[in-house]
């Protein structure tokens, strides 16, 4: 099969594949951008000596400077942890799109405040920027997800909502490399540390533009009983009039999961908090969704992104210069990566695969680098130059990236926009979100405390718990991919002993049932529906 083969889960006019739904998930994927550009810029830029100068870090020791630098890093992580719930009345009442515009304008005055910072005042307006930055993101980590898996067609639902974690790596691309560049073309100075803080307002504002440029979600429209505007919106995504068979099948699907909420949980505000706390299926699923941030987190990806030069240190990588050039690799091999994910792998080989392979090979990366730095302890004995073994511990850190990207880097935030009913999806992803800025948090406040006293046995944490999160997601995830949102609930719901491995399986052939059942029983009522041949002709079938 070829890069861009689907697997569709019915008949699909190739018109449903259009520039409109990428484009719409490209603009609100975007929001990504901001988030990986601060994991990436963050920790190179508070390592620069023109900031350390101008905030006296000079005069503090370690440990001070240590506790200075994870605030400065974390406070960020707490804003996006409250934000990531904030999002949700926002997204309940005001919709995805008109959410998402709100918090870009957020993220854009946080970002704004740290431009004020300097010597003088103190880091306090970095600190505040970062808070009020964080709670715009954390809100766009719920939303746009959201609103991706809403929009896409389920034979490229991962491709689009990959388009988020692809943003997070350009994003990361950029502020990994800034650093560099700026070391290198630069003498230090006020301006020299401002520059990167400044960037954060470029994807930002491209955001909040092409917001003005996408429509709403037809799911969330449908959910607050505005069908014409649905339908209008639902035929514009899809390239079709609505009175196309593969239009009216998905309106149906949407029409039959609502009326279910309805007669069920209920379309209210307070409905699906009742539902978590009535339904041990539901809470199950938001137990799964919050494990794998956990699991995300445990594989050390956050001490990598917020402190790679002390990650390369240790490993025995020395100079301000070539560590930041380490660390921009670092970010190519990502990006580079993601590409394949987001074209193949994620619909081809699947998410349940994908962390499985992933844990596999990033764990047995992660002991051989930890292995190296307990025998040659390269940070005891410095040289001008790598040894070999330092060489092959860098080879092994790219291997664990090569492993880790495909895998736990964006695969988490598929499954988890995917996972849910409409009932509680809004609240189900704010769970997810603020699951892992909550982890975030943590790594990022306690990763140099964990480097000082643990030294290569970090390595060795971070190798065991990957090796845990297979057995986790062996036995408890069941494969999405291809799965129609409306049909979740009888792949996470299933009865009669059916294992996670075989229940992907199981339901796709009822999915298919029912999908000749419906297309059958149409087509003998006598009613006209108009199709598109698979070669583009028109066909009239009564």
């Known amino acids: 099969m070829g890069l861009l083969t689907k697997i569709e889960d019915r008949p699909t006019p190739p018109c449903v594949y259009n520039w409109r739904v990428y484009w719409s998930a490209a603009v609100a994927a975007f929001a990504a951008c901001t988030i990986g550009y601060d994991s990436a810029f963050i920790g190179t830029t508070i390592a620069l000596d023109s900031f350390k100068s101008e905030f006296g870090f000079d005069n503090l020791t370690k440990s001070q400077v240590n506790l200075l630098s ?7 992580q707490a804003g996006a942890f409250f934000g990531a719930f904030f999002a949700y009345p926002a997204g309940h009442f005001l919709g995805r799109r008109w959410g998402l515009c709100i918090f870009s304008v957020v993220f854009i005055l946080g970002a704004g405040m740290m431009l004020g910072a300097n010597g003088s005042r103190g880091l ?66 006020h301006t020299q540390w401002l520059i990167p803080f400044a960037v954060q307002l470029i994807p930002a504002g491209l955001l909040f533009a092409g917001i003005w440029t996408i429509r709403e979600s037809p799911r969330w429209l449908f959910s607050r009983s505005r069908r014409q505007e649905a339908i209008r919106n639902l035929c514009w995504l899809r390239h079709l009039p609505p009175s196309d068979l593969y239009l009216v099948e998905e309106i ?33 699923r938001f137990f799964l969704g919050s494990m ?33 050039l380490t660390t921009g690799l670092f970010g190519c091999v990502k990006t580079a990566i993601t590409i394949l994910w987001l074209l193949y792998l994620i619909d081809r080989l699947g998410r349940r695969s994908l962390l499985l392979y992933g844990a596999l090979g990033g764990s047995l990366c992660m002991w051989y680098i930890g292995g190296y730095i307990a025998v040659a302890a390269p940070a005891s004995h410095p040289t001008s130059t790598l040894t070999s073994g330092g060489i092959s511990a860098i080879v092994f850190f790219y291997l664990w990236t090569a492993c880790y990207t495909p895998s736990w880097n964006g695969t988490p935030w598929v499954y988890n926009s995917e996972m849910f009913d409409q009932s509680v999806r809004t609240l189900a992803q704010a769970s997810a979100a603020s699951s892992n800025w909550l982890w975030n948090f943590l790594i990022s406040r306690f990763t140099p405390q964990m480097f000082a006293s643990m030294g290569y046995g970090v390595y ?18 069941p494969e999405t991919k291809g799965v129609p949102l409306e049909s979740m609930e009888g792949l996470f719901d299933r009865g009669g002993g059916v ?44």
């Open 70 to 76: 994870a605030n400065i890093v974390s406070c960020y």
């Open 124 to 189: 306090g307006l970095i600190y505040g920027g970062r808070v009020l930055a964080g709670i715009g993101v954390g809100a766009a980590s719920n939303l746009s997800p959201i609103y991706v898996s809403e929009i896409a067609p389920p034979a490229i639902r991962g491709r689009l909502v990959g388009f988020y974690e692809f943003s997070w790596q350009i994003g990361g691309l950029v502020g990994f490399w800034i650093n560099y560049g700026l070391t290198e073309t630069m003498a230090p100075s």
């Open 252 to 284: 149906s699907a949407i029409d039959a999961a609502l009326d279910h909420q309805s007669s069920t949980i209920g379309l209210g505000f307070w409905q699906p908090f009742r539902a978590v706390a009535r339904n041990p299926k539901i809470q199950w």
């Open 292 to 324: 794998l941030f956990l699991w995300q987190n445990a594989s050390g990806i956050n001490a990598v992104n917020y402190y790679s030069p002390t990650i390369f240190k240790s490993i025995g990588v020395t100079g301000t210069s070539t560590s930041l």
């Open 460 to 477: 060795f944490f971070f190798a065991s718990l990957m090796l845990c999160s297979i057995a986790f997601v062996w036995v408890f995830l």
């Open 499 to 542: 294992s996670a491995r075989k229940a992907h399986g199981v339901v796709m052939a009822e999915v298919r049932r029912e999908e000749e059942l419906f297309r059958g029983n149409l087509e003998g009522s006598g009613v006209g529906v108009e199709v598109k041949g698979l070669d583009g002709e028109h066909v009239e079938k009564v």
